[in-house]
């Protein structure tokens, strides 16, 4: 059973970092393209950042591209997101999701965790 579960969410003040954790299992990590995502209240979910499978490549979101890093450590199972310079628009529910594919541009994901909710006060 495929599990992705986040954590390292909470409240921060605006200029604030946090680092968003995903721990998988019942899957090969190192077969897997890791994104996360985030869902604000009353929008649509989008693509934070997506990271290949080496961890080689990345791609980032035009709005968090020079705040948000997207890194993985396959030996641990466990890809992280370091959000710096938070804003109070990006609250949301921050997820994580795999995809087994060798595009890390890829629209489409196979797993989901529960998500993490990431609260930036101004």
């Known amino acids: 059973q495929v599990q992705l579960v986040e954590s390292g969410g909470g409240l921060v003040q605006a200029g604030g970092s946090l680092r968003l954790s995903c721990a998988a299992s019942?899957?090969?990590?190192?077969?897997?393209?890791m994104g996360w995502f985030r869902q604000a209240p009353g929008k649509e979910r989008e693509r934070v950042a997506a990271?290949?499978?080496?961890?080689?490549?990345?791609t980032y979101g035009d709005s968090v591209k020079g705040r948000f890093t997207i890194f993985r450590d396959n030996a641990k199972n466990t890809v992280y997101l370091q959000l710096n310079v938070l804003k109070p628009e990006h609250t949301a529910v921050y997820y994580c999701?795999?995809?087994?594919?060798?595009?890390?541009?890829?629209?489409?994901?196979?797993?989901w965790g529960q998500g993490t909710q990431v609260t930036v006060s101004s």
């Open positions: 999701a795999a995809a087994w594919t060798t595009n890390h541009n890829t629209q489409k994901y196979d797993y």
């Open positions: 990271i290949s499978r080496s961890g080689g490549s990345t």
């Open positions: 019942g899957l090969t990590l190192p077969t897997y393209v």
